[in-house]
Structure formats: C-alpha cells, structure tokens
C-alpha cells in the first residue's frame, strides 16, 4: 500500500470513528456525570480525525511528525482528562 493510499484510509477512519464516537456520545445518560464524559469524548474522539487531516497537509516532513505528535499527545490527554474529572 502506497504512502498516500494509506493516508486516505486512515482519514476516512477517523471520520467513521468521529461519528461513530458522536452516536456513543449522544446514547449517554442525562446526569451530571453523563454530561462531562459526553462533552470530554465528543471532544477528543472527533478531534483526532480533524488533527490527522491537518497533519496529512503538511508542508513539509518535520511538520507532519510535529502535527502527528501533538496529535498522539491530545488522544490521550483526553482520555486522562475525562478520567481525572469523574474521579472528583
């Protein structure tokens, strides 16, 4: 598989995972908990995608790893965020 192949299939990844992740969110309960993990993974899981695209667009390769990097950052911070938040 080619550089670029692999890159639109992975964007088209992200997007499917982004709406998928949407439909999750919009399933969670109406309670004060239920809301803050709505928003944090709304956040993070539709992020990921839209990150990667810009990465994808890039001028150049040391902008690509940077973009990628922030992006692998983000992912989990999300998650820790969310975590972080439940437990107070």
Request: hydrophobic share 30%; no cysteine.
């Amino acid at each position: 598989m080619e550089n670029k192949e692999f890159s639109k299939k992975l964007e088209t990844r992200t997007k499917a995972f982004a709406i998928r992740i949407i439909k999750l969110s919009a399933n969670l309960p109406n309670t004060v908990e239920g809301k803050i993990v709505r928003n944090q993974l709304t956040k993070a899981g539709t992020s990921i995608g839209a990150n990667y695209r810009e990465a994808n667009r890039s001028r150049s390769r040391a902008d690509f790893k940077n973009k990628i990097k922030t992006l692998s950052t983000s992912g989990t911070l999300g998650t820790l965020g969310t975590l972080g938040t439940l437990g107070t």
